[in-house]
């Protein structure tokens, strides 16, 4: 394929592009240098590009024929790990790391854009190239959406790729439905009356009520919830009592919720009000109760799912287009496919003989660069062939 020729050409200069990256990580909404080199390399292809909040940068290629917008997104942000993996290019910002490999999917991204600026004469409409900052935080892609990023020219069909360290490099995770979860958080602030630990019944003990809060919102995900539809409820943290001898008369909560559905997502705070309500009552107790939304559920769209995989599977071959269990964690990548039809896959980046194997966000995480000419060739193929269908 011209496409992974191409990219494979560029396998040097993307390896440069994402070391660099990963000795300079930054965190969310901070991607100030990141951001300048992406601009600075989409400039020296001779594509046009548009700052889209403080630390976000859109590519827009145009074709030499009119036709169809599409885009591909690659989120650019570190996370605050330390790193620990002893590489030669370890970051260089102390407590900031490239632990999630949003190093490789700049550079994979760049890739794409390179491949796709050589293809030029072939396109047939126009390629946004999305890098969105702030991933990690979950405020990232709202942030570009509300700067209009899918708008000017209107996004028919979107596409973004996750480098993972669960499938092995040479192949791509790609299926449709739901990939990965929503993430919803909570707060909860539980009040007695505090007394002398000797006389519990002259004050109200809200730890002893939060202790039953907390049991019975783990019997919501087997009791109330549809056992078919997977969700998570989990208490983060749980703070009170000040002291061994006296009755605790605060208790303050916090969790967050995954989900699949928007069904399960949107009775999720109703179903943890009605536990803590009716619990709070028994006990004698009062309580404040906050739900925050931050980020749905990733569903990839049918139709985009299908042309990805054809596209994909002529890279890395049609056998190595695997199916896996969908990911309980989140993707701000959703805000997009719940405007626009589109598609997530996720990148082989394992391989044990290289010590690729860890998970994302831990201290040792590290990807095998192979992966980048896969990935930037992936990314333009589907861009191509969804632009170059005539329809
Ligand atoms: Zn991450
Ligand atoms: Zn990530």
Redesign the pocket.
């Known amino acids: 394929m011209k496409t992974l020729d191409l990219a494979k050409e560029n396998y040097e200069w993307m390896v440069d592009l994402r070391r660099d990256f990963h000795r300079h990580p930054e965190a969310s909404f901070e991607e100030f240098r990141t951001t300048d080199k992406i601009e600075e390399e989409l400039k020296k292809m001779g594509i046009e590009t548009l700052r889209v909040t403080k630390t976000g940068v859109v590519g827009l290629l145009k074709g030499a024929k009119e036709g169809k917008v599409v885009a591909l997104r690659a989120?650019i942000d570190a996370l605050s790990v330390n790193e620990e993996t002893g590489l030669p290019y370890s970051s260089e910002a102390p407590g900031l790391m490239h632990a999630?490999?949003?190093d490789c999917h700049a550079a994979t991204l760049l890739g794409a854009a390179k491949v796709l600026s050589t293809m030029k004469d072939e396109l047939q409409g126009t390629v946004k190239f999305i890098f969105q900052p702030a991933?990690?935080v979950a405020g990232g892609a709202k942030a570009m959406i509300e700067g209009g990023v899918l708008e000017n020219p209107k996004v028919d069909m979107i596409f973004g790729m996750?480098i993972w360290s669960d499938v092995p490099t040479g192949q791509v995770a790609l299926q449709p439905g739901p990939v990965m979860a929503s993430a919803d958080t909570f707060d909860l602030t539980i009040t007695g009356k505090s007394a002398h630990g000797s006389s519990p019944w002259q004050g109200v003990d809200a730890l002893t009520c939060a202790t039953a809060v907390v049991q019975g919102l783990h019997t919501i995900a087997t009791k109330v919830n549809d056992a078919r539809q997977p969700i998570v409820i989990n208490v983060g943290t749980f703070h009170s009592g000040e002291r061994f001898n006296v009755i605790p008369g605060k208790a303050t909560l916090q969790g967050m919720n995954r989900a699949f559905t928007e069904h399960s997502r949107r009775m999720l705070p109703e179903w943890i009000e009605k536990m803590v309500k009716n619990t709070c009552e028994a006990y004698g107790c009062e309580y404040e109760y906050k739900y925050t939304f931050m980020c749905s559920p990733t569903i990839n769209e049918e139709n985009s799912t299908k042309l990805a995989q054809e596209s994909v599977g002529k890279i890395v071959g049609k056998e190595n287009i695997l199916t896996i269990d969908k990911a309980m964690g989140s993707e701000d990548f959703s805000e997009y496919v719940q405007r626009v039809p589109g598609a997530f896959m996720f990148l082989g980046g394992r391989n044990e003989e290289k010590g690729c194997k860890y998970s994302?966000h831990s201290n040792f995480f590290n990807v095998d660069e192979d992966a980048l000419p896969l990935g930037a060739a992936s990314y333009a193929q589907v861009a191509l062939d969804f632009l170059n269908i005539t329809k």
């Open positions: 989120d999630c490999g949003h991933e990690e996750h994302h």
